[in-house]
Structures are given as structure tokens and as C-alpha cells.
């Protein structure tokens, strides 16, 4: 299926990025946040929606207010960056697509990142985040926790740790292009490893490392989600590209899910890119994409 020209605005960014590092190994934590924070630049500017920085939680965040939206119903969103870079700022235009189209509205947390702070620094961040939305009178049912990448398998882990504390659950859960897998052993890690512009088996050797720091394990199940028991998750809608190396990731999740009874839907879009929803506004496969996952969480 031949993308829109529209779509190769993402592709172009993140060859850029990609050649950029390429061409300056010794890039420092710093000058990577500065070239993701680049991250919102795919995005076009969502019409009707409002912004504010207020934290939850003592966590800085953005809330996005779209007009007429169900200010009883919020949408958790956790950024992706390799829980070392991006931020809320990067993707609160994601968020605000994403909570139209949803019709709520959106908390995009700047949740610790690592290597100053690695793992479960993050997931001590969003569940905290999620427990005051629900003491601040937001019903369990009412919260759809969701990230892309690193911040889709926060988006996960949260809803696993918070079963676990015996905390009531989300009522659904959306994770786009989610990295889970913190082994590295998917295989589109190999045959999709021409066709993503971005993600490659180095760069998430090095992003997890920066994670998990010394002691976090591969395997835990908080950190890589793979290894998750999903008996009682609350429904999940999966998103990913065709071409990118994470695909198994989402594909993976959705099967191990499915076998637990889990409602699951999974979506894989023809040509696209690592986290393609970033071209919300601007290309029409996101813009698709995002109206399915609107369908969906409202039953239509």
C-alpha cells in the first residue's frame, strides 16, 4: 500500500535524527532531549483545544481541555523517548488529538527520566499520578491510561502495578508502537531493520541500559511487560506500523493478551512509521487511525 506524501514528513524527521547521532556518537543526555523534544514538530496544532500545566501528584504535567469534552473522563498519557527523552511539551498536540477524538480530556505527565533516574522511578511517577486523578474524583472506569513507545509500555505497566496494589483498574488502555521488549530478541528488530528510520537494536541497548540502570531486571515483568500474567486487563487497543523494528512488540503483546481473555484489538497500518499518530493533523493515516480508536472507545 503506497503512503500519502503527507506521511513521509515523519520518516524525514527521523532519518535526520537518526543521521545526526549517527554523525555525533559522543551526544550527550542533554543535547538528546534537545533533538527529541523536535518530536511535535509532525504534529499539526489540534483546533479547540486548551492547555494548561498543572501537576498531579507533585509530577509536572499538561492538560489537554478539548472544547465540549467529558471533563468527568481523562485519558493518562505517558510520552515515549526511552524513558530518558521527550517530554510532555513534545507530545501534549499527540495528546490533544488523541483526547478530541476520544471526547475527554488529557493529563500528559513529565514523568522522571532516566539515566538520573532509572527504573521504577517511571512507574512510581504514573501510578502515583493515577491514584490522586482517582482521589481527585475521576470513577476507575472513567481513566484510559495510554504512551507510545517506552510510554505505551508505561501506559501498561501502570495498569499492571496498580492490579497488583489491588487498586480499581482503568477502563481501557491504548498503547501506540509500544517498546516492551527489553530483551531485544524480536525478529523485526532484524527484518524491519531497513525500513524504520529510527529505532534500531543499538539505539535500545542503549536506551535501556540508561533504564534499567544496575539493578532493574530484563525481565521484570513492570519493565517488560512481555513477561506480564493479563488475567482481568481492561481492553487495549494496539497500534503500530508496518515497517517498523517494534512491530513484533505490538503484535506479541496483542497474542499473549488475547490468550489471557483480554479484549483486544490490534492495528497495524501498511508503510508507516514508529509511532505514526505523531502525524495527527497532517497525514491522513493518522488521522484515520485515530478516528478508529475514537470508534472504539466509544463502542460504536
Not at 5 to 17: G, K
Not at 49 to 62: D, F, L, N, P, R
Not at 123 to 141: C, M, N, P, W
Not at 240 to 252: C, F, I, K, P, Q
Request: with cysteine.
Amino acid at each position: 500500500m503506497k503512503t500519502s506524501p503527507e506521511a513521509d514528513f515523519l520518516r524525514v524527521l527521523y532519518q535526520s535524527w537518526s543521521d545526526r547521532m549517527t554523525a555525533n556518537p559522543t551526544l550527550t543526555i542533554a543535547d538528546l532531549r534537545s533533538l527529541f523534544d523536535e518530536w511535535h514538530q509532525p504534529t499539526l496544532e489540534p483546533e479547540g483545544v486548551t492547555y494548561q500545566s498543572k501537576a498531579v501528584a507533585g509530577v509536572e504535567a499538561i492538560w489537554a481541555s478539548p472544547v465540549g469534552a467529558d471533563a468527568s473522563k481523562v485519558i493518562l498519557y505517558t510520552h515515549g523517548g526511552g524513558f530518558a527523552v521527550g517530554s510532555a511539551a513534545s507530545h501534549r498536540k499527540l495528546a490533544g488529538h488523541l483526547a478530541k477524538h476520544l471526547g475527554v480530556i488529557a493529563v500528559v505527565i513529565d514523568y522522571r527520566r532516566a539515566p538520573e533516574h532509572p527504573f521504577p522511578a517511571q512507574i512510581e511517577d504514573s501510578t502515583a499520578v493515577y491514584r490522586e486523578l482517582l482521589a481527585l474524583g475521576f470513577k476507575a472506569q472513567d481513566i484510559t491510561t495510554c504512551g507510545d513507545s517506552a510510554g505505551g509500555n508505561l501506559a501498561i505497566a501502570t495498569v499492571l502495578k496498580v492490579r497488583d496494589d489491588g487498586v480499581a483498574l482503568p477502563g481501557a488502555v491504548i498503547a501506540f508502537s509500544p517498546w516492551l521488549d527489553m530483551e531485544h530478541v524480536g525478529t523485526t528488530l532484524e527484518t524491519n531493520h531497513t525500513s524504520d528510520a529510527l529505532v534500531s537494536k543499538t539505539l535500545l541497548e542503549g536506551m535501556s541500559g540508561m533504564f534499567l540502570g544496575e539493578n532493574g531486571s530484563r525481565t521484570n515483568p513492570l519493565a517488560n511487560p512481555l513477561k506480564a500474567n493479563y488475567k482481568g486487563f481492561p481492553r487495549l487497543y494496539i497500534a503500530a506500523g508496518s515497517v517498523e523494528t517494534l512491530l513484533d512488540n505490538a503484535t506479541d503483546l496483542a497474542g499473549i493478551a488475547s490468550d489471557a481473555g483480554v479484549n483486544v484489538t490490534l492495528s497495524v497500518v501498511d508503510g508507516m512509521q514508529h509511532v505514526f499518530p505523531f502525524l495527527a493533523g497532517r497525514a491522513i493515516e493518522a488521522d484515520e487511525e485515530l478516528r478508529r480508536i475514537g470508534k472504539w472507545f466509544k463502542g460504536d
